[in-house]
């Protein structure tokens, strides 16, 4: 069946009010496609942003599968476009995809195709301060099944959006609440991969806590005995001199690389940085925790719900080590201080 994009008329950059970017998709000129069929993987290469038409019996439709990577390309005060760490995208992506029974992207070419669209869009990048051009990779089964099993067909897609700052009007702590009515994602099952299927399980119980007044959730393994994610983003706690995040032993969590750097830059400053349990009790006597996620970086924490009582964090401002690891990753990420792990790619000027 013949390939076919029906194009989006793009918004033109000079009709975005960048000053005031939210978080919602704004058609942009080109999108980046790859169509799986025959065994192999066709680069189509940078297309119009469009729409295409895809059969009813779709495999992403029936069976879940689909999985998608996000990340952002900023604009340093020099006027260079970077990426920050596309390569672990990639890998998360080709992972996800060998546990989802889907033909992984080459990890090479998929870092190709992100810098590709970004530069191919580079008149919809924000300046730091208005925000930043928001990266979707995303994978599904495009090819019809009826029975339960992989599907042949597949397309890669990578699109972008101009979006704004996390922190509207500042760097501040947000409430959570404390999940024992639900579970993000079981042991040994998908949570630890990019599956669609893992938000939208999400929804629900997070509308019910947003409408308590709690930003999200924060989900506990399955005998509600220790901490797991913060709904789409991982977890840390300190007390004292060590830095402990929720260990990626039980398949149930992402692998965040925001989560990976914190850890290297918690050694960095002589923290002990575990990757273990993190047992309930322990958010009683916390010094400060706080969630990290492409989106926001790094999110302090100042209140957690636990049962129906508000424990607050440390004293519930913004803790120590929250505002240095988050001054520290957007200091490298923007090229203003040294990048002495390689994380940052400089693909071009706007």
């Keep these: 069946m013949e390939f076919e994009i029906k194009p989006i008329a793009p918004v033109p950059p000079a009709e975005i009010d960048f000053d005031n970017l939210g978080f919602t998709f704004i ?69 996800g995809c060998r546990r989802l029974m889907m033909p992984a992207y080459d990890e090479g070419q998929f870092v190709e195709a992100v810098k590709q669209t970004v530069l191919a869009n580079k008149a919809y990048l924000p300046t730091d301060e208005q925000g930043a051009l ?27 959006s101009p979006v704004g700052p996390y922190f509207k009007g500042g760097f501040h702590p947000i409430k959570l609440k404390v999940s024992k009515e639900y579970h993000r994602a079981p042991a040994e099952g998908v949570g630890s991969v990019k599956a669609a299927g893992n938000y939208a399980a999400g929804m629900y119980p997070n509308s019910l806590a947003k409408e308590e007044g709690y930003a999200e959730l924060l989900y506990l393994d399955v005998n509600h005995e220790h901490f797991e994610e913060v709904g789409a983003a991982n977890f840390f706690l300190r007390k004292g001199e060590e830095l402990a995040t929720p260990s990626l032993e039980d398949l149930s969590i992402l692998p965040g690389y925001t989560r990976e750097s914190v850890l290297q ?26 969630c990290t996620g492409t989106a926001a970086v790094i999110t ?13 964090i440390g004293d519930g401002g913004v803790g120590k080590y929250s505002r240095l690891f988050y001054d520290q990753l957007n200091a490298i990420m923007l090229k203003e201080a040294p990048d002495k792990y390689g994380w940052v790619t400089t693909i071009g000027k706007k």
């Excluded at 495009?142 to 599907?151: I, R, W």
């Excluded at 047992?279 to 916390?286: H, V």
């Excluded at 302090?300 to 607050?312: A, K, Q, R, S």
């Design 27 to 95: 058609p942009t000129e080109k999108m980046y496609v790859a169509r799986y069929e025959g065994g192999a993987w066709t680069d189509h290469g940078l297309m119009p942003v469009g729409e295409f038409w895809m059969h009813p019996a779709a495999g992403a439709y029936h069976y879940g599968q689909a999985l998608f990577e996000g990340t952002k390309a900023r604009l340093t005060n020099d006027g260079e476009i970077v990426l920050f760490r596309a390569g672990d995208n990639a890998r998360r992506m080709a992972d």
């Design 134 to 160: 928001y990266i979707r990779p995303v994978m599904f089964a495009s090819g019809p099944v009826l029975g339960v099993k992989p599907a042949d067909e597949y397309l890669f897609v990578v699109f972008v």
């Design 265 to 290: 830059l918690a050694v960095d400053e002589g923290l002990n940085a575990a990757e273990r349990d993190v047992m309930l009790p322990e958010i009683y006597d916390a010094d400060e925790c706080f």
């Design 300 to 312: 302090p924490i100042g209140v957690v719900n636990v049962e129906g009582e508000d424990v607050t």
